[in-house]
């Protein structure tokens, strides 16, 4: 069999593995029969260090997430661009940034973008995505969780929050006035109403 055949039949060996893996675990999690949602705050703790699902995001499950999502999710990161209304003035923080192709694919052009995740796996892929901007000083990577972000109030011009948790009440504190928000979520993942 030619190298190129295996290396494929390997890529879609593992992405059918762990698209069928997050869903047995979604389906044992919820329960097959009331399919409720995750509280608040798992949807805070899920997916950080030690969490259920910690291993979606961080491991060798992560390294192919990593690449995976950027592939994938390409088209939902223009709706994202679209709707958020992108200006090359903005300063935005994308909350669980992942491998940061959203920032460096739809903000290239924005003022300074600040990428926020708690998987090292996907900071490390972000870094690489973003090299040239951090040597510049308008992009930065952090290491950290939405439901507290480690910001100070009205740093940014706008944000989003692609696939991944976002507390309302943070969002718009490190958000300036007239700043937008943008997501894009499974309707499962309960997001709390602002306070
Ligand atoms: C499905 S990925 C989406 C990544 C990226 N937004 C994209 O669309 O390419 C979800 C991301 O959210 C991050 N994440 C999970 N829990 C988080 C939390 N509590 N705070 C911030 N980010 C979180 C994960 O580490 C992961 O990188």
């Given at each position: 069999?030619?190298?190129?055949?295996?290396?494929?039949?390997?890529?879609?060996?593992?992405?059918?593995?762990?698209?069928?893996?997050?869903?047995?675990?979604?389906?044992?999690?919820?329960?097959?029969?009331?399919?409720?949602?995750?509280?608040?705050?798992?949807?805070?703790?899920?997916?950080?260090?030690?969490?259920?699902?910690?291993?979606?995001?961080?491991?060798?499950?992560?390294?192919?997430?990593?690449?995976?999502?950027?592939?994938?999710?390409?088209?939902?990161?223009?709706?994202?661009?679209?709707?958020?209304?992108?200006?090359?003035?903005?300063?935005?923080?994308?909350?669980?940034?992942?491998?940061?192709?959203?920032?460096?694919?739809?903000?290239?052009?924005?003022?300074?973008?600040?990428?926020?995740?708690?998987?090292?796996?996907?900071?490390?892929?972000?870094?690489?995505?973003?090299?040239?901007?951090?040597?510049?000083?308008?992009?930065?990577?952090?290491?950290?969780?939405?439901a507290?972000?480690?910001?100070?109030?009205?740093?940014?011009?706008?944000?989003?929050?692609?696939?991944?948790?976002a507390k309302?009440s943070e969002?718009?504190?490190?958000?300036?006035?007239?700043?937008?928000?943008?997501?894009?979520?499974?309707?499962?993942?309960?997001?709390?109403?602002?306070?």
């Amino acid at each position: 069999m030619r190298r190129r055949t295996m290396v494929a039949l390997v890529v879609a060996g593992v992405a059918t593995a762990v698209t069928v893996g997050a869903l047995a675990r979604r389906w044992i999690w919820y329960g097959a029969k009331t399919s409720t949602p995750p509280d608040e705050d798992a949807a805070f703790t899920a997916f950080a260090p030690g969490g259920q699902a910690s291993f979606f995001v961080n491991g060798p499950v992560g390294r192919v997430m990593a690449k995976l999502m950027p592939i994938v999710e390409r088209g939902v990161y223009q709706n994202v661009a679209e709707m958020l209304d992108v200006q090359p003035d903005d300063e935005m923080l994308d909350i669980g940034c992942g491998p940061g192709a959203f920032l460096a694919t739809k903000a290239r052009d924005v003022q300074r973008v600040v990428g926020l995740d708690p998987s090292p796996v996907m900071l490390h892929e972000a870094e690489r995505r973003l090299a040239g901007r951090i040597a510049a000083g308008t992009a930065a990577l952090v290491s950290g969780n939405a439901a507290a972000l480690p910001f100070g109030d009205d740093e940014f011009s706008a944000a989003t929050a692609i696939f991944a948790p976002a507390k309302p009440s943070e969002v718009f504190r490190v958000l300036r006035p007239g700043g937008r928000f943008a997501r894009a979520g499974a309707s499962s993942w309960r997001t709390p109403t602002p306070e």
